[in-house]
T-cell receptor
Framework: QKEVEQNSGPLSVPEGAIASLNCTYS??????FFWYRQYSGKSPELIMS????GDKEDGRFTAQLNKASQYVSLLIRDSQPSDSATYLC????????????FGKGNQVVVIP | SAVISQKPSRDICQRGTSLTIQCQVD?????MFWYRQQPGQSLTLIAT?????????ESGFVIDKFPISRPNLTFSTLTVSNMSPEDSSIYLC???????????FGPGTRLTVL
């Protein structure tokens, strides 16, 4: 079982719509959960961190965490063409561990 | 957040040679990490660069192939040794700046091995 799984294929959304990305993880001891955005040819950029069950909102981004289901999601509201990128889910490798495992990423394309 | 730089930004190398990648941070950080991102793939952690001691390597990565130095709290190097075309990747360093495992990445080094 992979440490972090992002199974959805490329996601195309119209401008102004909501993009929804999902991620599951295998280690129940994980405490720290992150979403990174990576533009083509660039390094990953941290956009959201979440540590407690529930929702965390930051601007147009909302991260959702459900530790019981080992599930993290990211919602992008009012999607803009500038949101077109690959979104990487990252999880710390178990309790008290500061090393991160990354999912394979989901490409989002926002269509004007 | 800290400003992270890497040198070189890209390089083309011959099989069997070695390349040392530098990572410089503009402030002192406790934790530094090295990752590899192969073409079209996600990030894989190579090792944690420990200041003043040997790096801690992930499964599948060994010191002879990827020696790492961390002489102080602002600088680290990763060497890719005896390179083969399979080592063609982007190599990224990251730093942990907060108490909450948040990592921030340098711009990366794009390596092509012929």
């Amino acid at each position: 079982q992979k440490e972090v799984e992002q199974n959805s294929g490329p996601l195309s959304v119209p401008e102004g719509a909501i993009a929804s990305l999902n991620c599951t993880y295998s280690d129940r001891g994980s405490q720290s959960f992150f979403w990174y955005r990576q533009y083509s040819g660039k390094s990953p950029e941290l956009i959201m961190s979440i540590y407690s069950n529930g929702d965390k909102e930051d601007g147009r981004f909302t991260a959702q965490l459900n530790k019981a289901s080992q599930y993290v999601s990211l919602l992008i509201r009012d999607s803009q063409p500038s949101d077109s990128a690959t979104y990487l889910c990252a999880v710390n490798k178990g309790y008290g561990n500061n090393r991160l495992a990354f999912g394979k990423g989901n490409q989002v394309v926002v269509i004007p | 957040s800290a400003v992270i730089s890497q040198k070189p930004s890209r390089d083309i190398c011959q099989r069997g040679t070695s390349l040392t990648i530098q990572c410089q941070v503009d402030s002192q950080v406790t934790m530094m990490f090295w990752y590899r991102q192969q073409p079209g793939q996600s990030l894989t952690l190579i090792a944690t660069a420990n200041q003043g001691s040997e790096a801690t390597y992930e499964s599948g990565f060994v010191i002879d192939k990827f020696p790492i130095s961390r002489p102080n709290l602002t600088f680290s190097t990763l060497t890719v040794s005896n390179m083969s075309p399979e080592d063609s990747s982007i190599y990224l360093c990251s730093v942990e700046e907060t108490l909450y495992n948040e990592q921030f990445f340098g711009p990366g080094t794009r390596l092509t091995v012929l």
